[in-house]
């Protein structure tokens, strides 16, 4: 009010009433300019952020941001300072919803539980040495579904193997499994493990009779815990956050789009806890280290 109404001499009068210093105030008035570049600074960086934002469709996060701006800037702007944007802001990673629980048919008595080896151990630094791996379903354009089974390496966080199906028979893990031994050509860790939650897929006396054949050590999540087998479903949801999949016209199409992710992801998605390197990336430095 000072200021628009040019009160000048009233200063003193009107900042006892309003129970303000007058060195606070002329301090304020002093750092207004301050203020103002600041306003316009953030702005500028917020129209920065947004393009990125927009450009994956609202599917990041302030890491993600942070990462894809290291790629385009000499020096990134702070991680720190991009969450206060984004609070400041308002636009925030769009969260995946909880999707219901996959419907398979239930085992025989030939099944067979095996126990959890792996025990959430996910702090894993040897590639090669333990691998996840999960079904999930894929519904696109017209209520078609497809099935993606999927086996990732812990330590590099790479899907190694996948396989695309609109069939739950057991041929999906077949393949997924022979794929996996394609990647490994031989190179089988003396340690290496395969775990799995309780599906009827690995419970089955065939898979678990190839895994065994693979000279992999067969782990299982205790029933009903998938925080037992975390990394595999954080995995489904970022795909799922990611890849516009329902827009698939066909099988087809589906596929193309899960082939260009799974490239994607192996070779260019930078994450937070691989030290900002893609999945690929980091295996070579756990190797060389």
């Known amino acids: 009010m000072i200021r628009k109404y040019q009160l000048k001499n009233m200063t003193r009068y ?20 301050k203020r103002a570049i600041r306003e316009d600074q953030d702005y500028e960086d917020y129209l920065l952020l947004r393009c990125i934002y927009d ?10 941001l942070y990462m ?15 969450r206060r944007l ?9 969260i995946r919803r909880a999707k219901p629980y996959k419907k398979i048919a239930k085992a025989t008595q030939e099944h067979r539980i095996v126990p959890n080896y792996l025990a959430r151990a996910f702090q894993e630094e040897e590639p090669g040495k333990v691998f996840l791996t999960d079904i999930t379903y894929l519904q696109y354009r017209g209520g078609q579904t497809a099935y993606l089974s999927c086996i990732k390496d812990v330590a590099t966080r790479e ?15 077949y393949r997924t499994l022979e794929k996996l031994a394609e990647a490994l050509d031989g190179n089988i860790h003396p340690e290496a493990m395969i775990h799995s939650d309780q599906g009827v897929h690995y419970t089955h006396p065939t898979f678990q009779k190839r895994v065994k054949e693979m000279g992999l050590l067969q782990s299982m999540s205790r029933r009903g815990n998938c925080i037992d087998n975390a990394p595999m479903e954080s995995f489904f949801g970022h795909f799922k956050d990611e890849v516009d999949y329902k827009s698939a016209n066909n099988l087809f199409e589906l596929k193309q789009m899960v082939d260009t992710y799974m490239e994607y992801y192996n070779l260019s ?11 690929t990336e980091y295996r070579n430095h756990l190797i060389a280290a």
């Open 86 to 94: 984004m609070c400041k802001y308002n636009f925030f990673a769009k």
């Open 68 to 82: 894809k701006l290291t790629e385009l800037m000499v020096v990134p702007m702070n991680h720190k300072k991009i």
């Open 159 to 173: 899907i190694v193997a996948y396989e695309i199906s609109t069939s739950l028979k057991m041929r999906i893990v």
């Open 269 to 279: 998605r930078k994450q937070w806890n691989l030290k900002k390197m893609a999945p």
């Open 55 to 64: 450009a994956f469709k609202g599917k990041v996060g302030y890491r993600q």
């Open 14 to 33: 009107l900042c006892e009433i309003t129970g303000v210093s007058r060195s606070g105030y002329y301090a304020w008035i002093k750092n207004t300019e």
